[in-house]
């Protein structure tokens, strides 16, 4: 009964009421199939359906009322009150209108439809380009051309661009001549990408080949060409052939045309490179002559030529005319200056510096403090770098595994074994794995220490933990070895290094000689040193001395004046 109240309805004949309260459930099922169909077949233009989603709902609404109202006028006297009728009539209704919708779907807007692949498969292939999944992109766009539906030129541009960062030279090729000869055809930045992939791949003369054929193809080359071959000219250290390639540019313009920031920075940053110093000057002042309005690159590059040059107080003051002209320096700036201030010794200037650019609102990165945490090392402030250390995690900044390291080996280099095993514990405890070069780090530190078998321990370690050790760690083992005598332990690792494919360096070799010459076993040092001649590693005075010095001590003067000749003809 709470049913039929519920319908609205209580003194109609029980089939009306039951007909009636179906109807509503259908009505309601017709909205969400409704609802279903236009997810799949969504449209961003409804006025050009030919069919649109609200006539089929009315449609399938209008179906339902006509044949409820034909059954009910047509009903026979007889048939009152008998459900199987019905539930006959309300059957009908369903299964010609779930018809109708399937006859909708199956040939409802072709035009739409069309267009929204071709938008969506347009958007796939950009999307797979950037991805590097190059392959499945030429796939999709040979789909689409058997189907009729060419890619326009910027996504085309987008599979020439992806080819060219692979390296697949050849396909882009293809892909070129193929827009030339169907459509769209190649454009400027199509060129540009090729150009671009090129000059990666160090093919120089082809990309000036390709910049030649522009022209003959309709197609005029702008600034973008012009800088891409001028910092492939620059990069190869062909510095004069790209001033005299921008020459020859710019009078083909009829002097319409002039370097803009960009060429100017490349050739800048190339004068610097190659020492000339005046000459990039010399440019950045044309560049204010001509109105050249110059960027936060500009100055890095005119600041980072200084500092190669060993000029800081010409960077700082270039730095000073940087924030008098508005330009505020970001954290490369700041990363420039304080890694040049670290390389003379500056620390105390360098830590100001760092201070002055936590208040200026840049925000210090990883390489920051790399840079100066590094420098403090190196000059034995470890103190002061763990400082540093500490304000990074503050800061919930987690230092790169290179940074513990730095810091690690500075407290191993000072003999201070109990510092740089509680660095690696917090190093661990801030979820970074140690690698080969903690490891070593600390190998030093015990070797320095005398606790040789300490230091074998932690080589056990490293293999437990998975990682191997490198041709370092057992030049550190096999010297420490031979320091105290243990020429056989020496040997052993030496055996070992082979075993694992691991090949001995020159310092693996001095070693090896001089254990050897502190045991007194001669002959096999001089083995050890002809193995060296052998193989033709590049040698230093160092072995020569250990052996000389060991003849002298055992009065054999001839043999020390043996090995000083060979020293002396050893570039002959």
């Known amino acids: 009964m709470a049913l039929f109240i519920a ?39 409804d006025d050009n359906l030919p069919c649109t989603l609200n006539d089929i709902m009315s449609y399938v609404g209008d179906q339902c009322r006509s044949k409820t109202q034909d059954w009910f006028s047509n009903k026979d006297s007889d048939n009152e009150g008998n459900p199987q009728a019905v539930f006959n009539a309300l059957d009908l209704i369903l ?16 035009r739409c439809t069309l267009e929204t692949d071709y938008r969506r498969h347009v958007a796939v292939i950009r999307d797979l380009c ?32 992806g080819l060219c960062k692979i390296g697949d030279l050849e396909k882009a090729d293809h892909v070129i001549r193929e827009m030339s000869e169907m459509r769209p055809s190649p454009n400027c930045a199509t060129y540009n990408a ?46 004069g052939d790209a001033v005299k390639f921008l020459g020859e540019v710019l009078a083909d313009d009829d002097g319409k045309a002039t370097s ?6 490349i050739l800048m940053d190339s004068y610097f490179k190659n020492g000339d110093k005046f000459q990039a000057l010399a440019l950045w002042n044309d560049m204010f002559q001509k109105n050249i309005q110059t960027d ?6 005119l600041i980072n030529g200084f500092c190669l040059n060993g000029d800081i107080s010409s960077a700082f003051a270039y730095f000073c005319q940087m924030l008098k002209r508005g330009s505020l320096p970001d954290v490369i700036t700041y990363n420039t200056l304080l890694n040049c201030l670290c390389k003379q010794g500056k620390l105390d200037e360098a830590s100001h510096f760092y201070g002055v650019m936590s208040k200026t609102g840049v925000a210090p990165d990883q390489i920051s403090y790399k840079t100066i945490i590094q420098g403090l090392c190196i000059h034995g402030d470890i103190v002061k770098a763990r400082e540093f250390l500490l304000s990074m995690l503050e800061k919930s900044v987690v230092p790169e595994p290179h940074i513990w390291n730095v810091i690690i080996d500075g407290y191993g280099r000072c003999g201070d074994l109990s510092n740089a095993f ?37 080589k056990k370690e490293m293999l437990l933990d998975g990682i191997f050790p490198d041709v370092f760690t057992y030049n550190l083992l096999i010297g420490a070895s031979c320091n105290l005598g243990h020429i056989h332990l020496a040997l052993q690792l030496y055996d070992e290094m082979l075993r694992r494919g691991i090949t001995p360096d020159i310092i693996t070799y001095t070693e090896l000689i001089k254990g050897h010459c502190a045991r007194g076993n001669m002959k096999e040092a001089e083995e050890v040193f002809a193995k060296i001649q052998t193989l ?16 002298r001590r055992m009065r054999e003067s001839d043999k020390a004046r043996d090995i000083h000749q060979k020293w002396l003809s050893r570039n002959k």
């Open 95 to 110: 299964k010609e209108n779930l018809d109708r919708l399937k006859t909708m779907r199956d040939t409802g807007p072709v």
């Open 130 to 161: 950037l991805g590097g999944k190059i392959g499945t992109a030429l796939w999709l766009r040979r789909k689409m051309i058997k189907k009729g539906a060419v890619p326009d030129v910027l996504t085309h541009n987008y599979l020439v661009n």
């Open 536 to 551: 033709g590693l590049a040698i230093d005075h160092i072995p020569f001395r250990i052996l000389k010095k060991r003849y």
């Open 7 to 45: 319908c609205g309805e209580s003194s109609s004949p029980v089939h009306i009421q039951i007909l009636r309260f179906l109807y509503q459930t259908f009505d309601s099922i017709k909205l969400k199939v409704a609802r279903i169909f236009a997810n799949s077949r969504t449209c961003s233009d």
């Open 194 to 239: 090729f150009i671009t992939g090129y000059c990666r791949v160090n093919e120089l003369d082809k990309a000036l080949h390709l910049f030649s054929t522009m022209a003959n193809n309709g197609i005029r080359p702008n600034r973008v060409t012009h800088n891409i071959l001028v910092h492939a000219l620059c990069k190869k250290g062909l510095l």
């Open 296 to 301: 936060i690159v500009a100055y890095n590059v």
């Open 422 to 458: 509680s660095i690696r514990d917090l190093m661990l405890s801030f979820g970074v794995s140690s690698n080969v070069f903690t490891f070593n780090a600390l190998i030093l530190a015990e070797t320095r220490g005398g606790s040789i078998f300490d230091a074998f321990s932690l």
């Open 260 to 265: 803009d920031v960009i060429t100017s920075t």
